[in-house]
């Protein structure tokens, strides 16, 4: 299945969403979930022993994605980014009543998905063969306690909940400077990661990466980031996310490989 699959298939038939956002109603319908039972109680059991289920989350531009790269990689785990699944959707077909267009709008206003609609789209994405076998890295899901509910309900029970914290005038500076490469998917900052020479033409800027924007994605996340952590006080550990990538990194892995109780590195 392609990486948008879930999105190809959860909005097309009834029950339908409705919503409203930037003044603009919009109607997105919603398909059944065929053969994949979504509200199914995943089994521990059904993984490997080896396999590891993490969370990361942290403020916009905190570094999520940046380490999500070598965390997946290391422990040959799924990286699943609720960003990258809608940025998907959108570049698939952002045409009216799409799930593109429903996608385009909150995230171009700096607003959250509804949960309604993401975690439908994370459930049916999350019960995939590659995630039962390998695991996988939550990265951007869950947002808000409701979807914090929604995992636990669904049996879903994370090993860590690594937690980046960086502050606020940090994220809006790493917002406004960051740089994705279409080809390979790479994330660059034009200060703190600067591009190869070669490839700096064909880099292009988030649609939502903008300063104003920043602020509404910043003040959400304070809405929601305590109800959320509470939910995994248990398995939490903590990094400063404010140091070098390779700093964070370093401190992600001492956590992860010295996996104990909520812990921190400063
Ligand atoms: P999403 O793509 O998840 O956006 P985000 O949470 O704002 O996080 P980012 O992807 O912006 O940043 P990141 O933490 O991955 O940082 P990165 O590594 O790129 O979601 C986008 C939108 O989709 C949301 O606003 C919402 O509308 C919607 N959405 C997604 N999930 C949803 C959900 N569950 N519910 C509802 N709506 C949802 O790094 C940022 C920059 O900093 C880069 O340039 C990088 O090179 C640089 N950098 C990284 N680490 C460091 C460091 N340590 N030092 C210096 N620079 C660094």
Sequence with gaps: RKPWGAFESAFVRSPSFTDEVGGIESEVRMEDEGDIDVNQELSPLAMSESSRRLIIMGGPASGKGTQCEWISRRYNIVHLSTGDLLRNAVAKDASPGSIGALAKMYMDNGKLVPDDVII???????????????????????????????????????????????????????????????????????????????????????????????????????????????????????????????????????????????????
């Design 120 to 266: 439908h789209i994370l459930k049916e994405r999350i019960v995939q063969p590659d995630c039962q076998e390998r695991g996988y890295l939550l990265d951007g899901f869950p947002r808000t306690r409701a979807q914090a509910t929604a995992l636990i309900e669904m049996g879903i029970r994370p090993d860590t909940f690594i937690f980046i914290d960086v502050p606020d005038e940090v994220l809006i500076e790493r917002v406004v400077g960051r740089r994705m490469d279409p080809v390979d998917g790479k994330i660059y900052h034009l200060t703190f990661k600067p591009p190869p020479e070669e490839i700096k033409g064909r880099l292009i800027t988030r649609s939502d990466d903008n300063e104003e924007n920043a602020w509404k994605r910043l003040r959400q996340f304070h809405e929601n980031v305590s109800s959320v952590k509470e939910c995994f006080q248990d398995i939490m550990v903590q990094v400063d996310g404010a140091s070098s990538p390779d700093s964070v990194a370093e401190s992600i892995k001492i956590l992860l490989e010295r996996k104990g109780p909520t812990s921190r590195i400063a």
